[in-house]
């Protein structure tokens, strides 16, 4: 939870914690504090849970990051194929439908095969500049020798011509 949040709800205060925790970005976070027992209503239930208090940049989109253990102690079943993740306890379900949730519709966000397009015409580029020598690239990689660089094709050539 983020310390903004935190605040505005006047939770009391945290109690202190050692936890450092990695974000995505490898960067370290020490928290303010922990938060317990807290009452959070996902819709029709009501969950009893434990909370991480940080300092970070708020995000008004994702306010509150719920992970795995709250998705176990919700009996969760994530259906990635139909888009839907099912929320139950005892004999009551909730449904939430993952494309309500998203911006974007998943077809129109391509951003992700930009970067593997972007990873291939790299490690292409890394592999034919990162040997000078035509002779050690041959010997090397045969996969070189079908680029378009006519200095290696020749050496290629060459090559295989005189075994």
Not at 53 to 63: A, F, G, I, K, Y
Request: proline share 5%; glycine share 4%; with cysteine.
């Amino acid at each position: 939870m983020l310390y903004s949040v935190f605040k505005k709800l006047g939770l009391g205060e945290p109690q202190p914690t050692r936890v450092a925790l990695q974000l995505a970005d490898r960067s370290i976070k020490n928290p303010w504090g922990i938060i317990e027992d807290v009452l959070v209503k996902v819709d029709k239930f009501i969950f009893l849970l434990d909370f991480i208090v940080l300092d970070m940049q708020e995000d008004v989109d994702v306010p509150l990051i719920l992970r795995r253990p709250f998705l176990a102690m919700g009996k969760a079943m994530i259906d990635v194929q139909q888009g839907k993740l099912n929320l139950r306890i005892q004999d009551d379900e909730i449904i939430f439908k993952m494309s309500d949730a998203m911006k974007h519709a998943p077809s129109s966000d391509d951003s992700c095969y930009m970067i593997d397009v972007i990873d291939y015409a790299f490690d292409d580029c890394f592999q034919v500049s990162r040997l000078a020598d035509p002779l050690e690239l041959c010997i090397q990689d045969g996969e070189a020798t079908r680029g378009e660089n006519e200095e290696i094709q020749s050496m290629a050539a060459y090559l295989n011509a005189n075994p």
